[in-house]
């Protein structure tokens, strides 16, 4: 499964972005999505998840209120709706995808390769 982040850039505080990531892959059938992040100098960190079905969401203390995210399973795209965005929301975002290879049964972890977000202060 190849995942691809979109919408990253630089906002200014306050200010709203869209990362999307699009899943592609036929051999696997994607669980599980989510979103990290990571900053300089910081450990990669969990910023939300969502269910296969969309239904149950999860995300960190710290996004609460601020961030939601969602998916759309006939595109195969996950969304992150970031809106009052603060200085320390910066960092490179991450997809992450658990799927299932509807061959051999096998589940697997798969990564995108990020995308900046950047908030002045």
């Known amino acids: 499964v190849q995942l691809v982040e979109s919408g990253g850039g630089l906002v200014q505080a306050g200010g709203s972005l869209r990362l999307s990531c699009a899943a592609s892959?036929?051999?696997?059938?994607?669980?599980?999505m989510g979103w990290y992040r990571q900053a300089p100098g910081k450990q990669r960190e969990l910023v939300a998840t969502i269910a296969s079905g969309g239904g149950s969401t999860n995300s960190a203390d710290s996004v609460k209120g601020r961030f939601t995210t969602s998916r759309d399973n006939a595109k195969n795209t996950m969304y992150l709706q970031m809106n009052s965005l603060k200085a320390e929301d910066t960092a490179v975002y991450f997809c992450?995808?658990?799927?299932?290879?509807?061959?051999?049964?096998?589940?697997?972890?798969?990564w995108g390769q990020g995308t900046q977000v950047t908030v002045s202060s």
């Open positions: 892959g036929s051999t696997f059938s994607i669980d599980t």
């Open positions: 992450n995808a658990l799927g299932i290879d509807t061959g051999w049964g096998t589940w697997m972890t798969f």
